[in-house]
C-alpha cells in the first residue's frame, strides 16, 4: 500500500466532521454506486484479515497534522512555580495542530511549534419535525428541535493509504470527486456537505523515524496484545453509526456502536511484535450491522512514525 495526499475545499455548512471512518463507509457506497456491488466484494476480500483496500485518514487542516495525545511531560518538563505551570497548560491544550514538516522531531522538542487553529465555525441550527399526516408541527416528536452546524473555514487535506492491485488511484480521485459533488455525512440529501478537489492525488512519505511508536491519523481498533501499554496513550471515540444510501430507510438503519482510539493516537509496540515501518494499524470490524451482514467498519488508522522522548527532569 501507498499513501497519498489530496487537499480538498469544503464549502457550504456540515453535520457531520470529517472523519476516516466515515469516509471509508461512503467510499463504499460510491465504488457500489459508480464500478458495481461485485467490485467492492473484490475489493473487501480479506478486510477483516488485515488486507484492507484503502485507509482514510480524517481531513485536517492543510499543512499540519495533530498533535500526539501524549502526557504532558512527554513535551515539557514540570515547572517549580505551580501557578506558571497551571498557565502554561492551558495554553498548551488549546494548541492541536503541528506543522506537518515537524513531525518527525523528538516529542520533547516540540512544545513550542504547536499551534491552535480555529478551521470550524460551530453554530447552532433550527429545524422542525413535521406530522407526516397534517404535514404540521403538532408538539411531542413532531416540534422544533437544534442540531449542530459546522462549516470548514480553510483549505483541508485528507491521507489515503491505497492498495493498488485492487483500486487504482484515479478511480479513488474520480469516486471522492463523486462523494463531494453528492454531499459527505448527516443531511448530504438535503445539500449539505460538499466539498471540492483542489488537486490530484499524490504520493508522499513522511520522515524516516526510526521508532517503536507511531502516531494514528484516522479513529482505529488497536489489536491490544500487540501494544506496550504503558508507552500507548489515546482518547475515546464511540461511533454510532448509521447506514448510508438505501439502506438508511430499512427497517433498522442503525449500526451497532464500535469504541475506537481517537485520531492522534499513539501506539507503541511491544519488541516481540515490532512491524517494520506499518503503514497502517488497527482491525477490520465485521458483524456491526442487523440488516446488513457484509458491513464492515474500518477500524484501520493510516500512521507515521514518532520518536516519543519524556522532557528532562519528567515525572
Not at 466532521?17 to 476480500?45: H, P, Q, Y
Not at 459533488?181 to 471540492?196: H, M, T, V, W
Not at 520522515?207 to 482505529?220: E, F, G, I, Q, R
Request: charged residues 20%; hydrophobic residues 35%.
Amino acid at each position: 500500500m501507498n499513501l497519498y495526499q489530496i487537499n480538498i475545499r469544503p464549502f457550504g455548512s456540515f453535520y457531520s466532521s470529517i472523519k476516516g471512518d466515515m469516509l471509508f463507509g461512503m467510499f463504499c457506497w460510491a465504488v457500489v454506486e459508480n464500478l458495481g456491488e461485485e467490485r467492492l466484494k473484490k475489493c473487501l476480500e480479506g478486510y477483516t484479515q488485515n488486507r484492507p483496500f484503502i485507509v482514510f485518514s480524517d481531513a485536517f487542516p492543510c499543512g499540519y497534522l495533530p498533535k500526539p495525545t501524549l502526557p504532558f511531560t512527554y513535551y515539557q518538563k514540570e515547572q517549580k512555580d505551580r501557578s506558571e505551570a497551571v498557565r502554561n497548560r492551558k495554553d498548551f491544550k488549546r494548541k492541536n495542530w503541528l506543522a506537518a514538516d515537524k513531525i518527525g522531531m523528538p516529542t520533547n522538542q516540540m512544545s513550542k511549534l504547536f499551534q491552535e487553529i480555529p478551521y470550524i465555525a460551530k453554530s447552532l441550527y433550527t429545524a422542525v419535525h413535521l406530522d407526516p399526516v397534517s404535514q404540521h408541527t403538532s408538539g411531542g416528536q413532531y416540534s422544533a428541535y437544534t442540531t449542530e452546524q459546522l462549516s470548514y473555514t480553510k483549505d483541508l487535506t485528507l491521507y489515503v493509504l491505497i492498495d493498488e492491485q485492487r483500486i487504482s488511484p484515479s478511480e479513488v480521485q474520480t469516486l471522492l470527486q463523486y462523494i463531494g459533488q453528492s454531499g459527505y455525512g448527516k443531511k448530504a440529501s438535503a445539500g449539505n456537505g460538499k466539498f471540492e478537489l483542489l488537486d490530484d492525488l499524490k504520493a508522499v512519505e513522511f520522515s524516516d523515524v526510526s521508532s517503536p511508536s507511531y502516531l494514528t491519523l484516522a479513529p482505529c481498533v488497536p489489536q491490544q496484545q500487540t501494544f506496550d501499554a504503558n508507552k500507548s496513550f489515546y482518547h475515546i471515540f464511540v461511533r454510532f453509526g448509521k447506514h448510508g444510501n438505501m439502506a438508511a430507510r430499512s427497517g433498522c438503519p442503525f449500526k451497532k456502536p464500535v469504541m475506537t482510539a481517537d485520531t492522534g493516537a499513539v501506539f507503541t509496540f511491544l519488541p516481540e511484535h515490532k512491524v517494520d515501518k506499518p503503514k497502517f494499524i488497527g482491525t477490520g470490524i465485521s458483524n456491526i450491522s442487523q440488516t446488513e451482514p457484509a458491513t464492515v467498519f474500518q477500524g484501520y488508522a493510516p500512521v507515521i512514525p514518532l520518536k516519543i522522548t519524556e522532557a528532562e527532569h519528567g515525572k
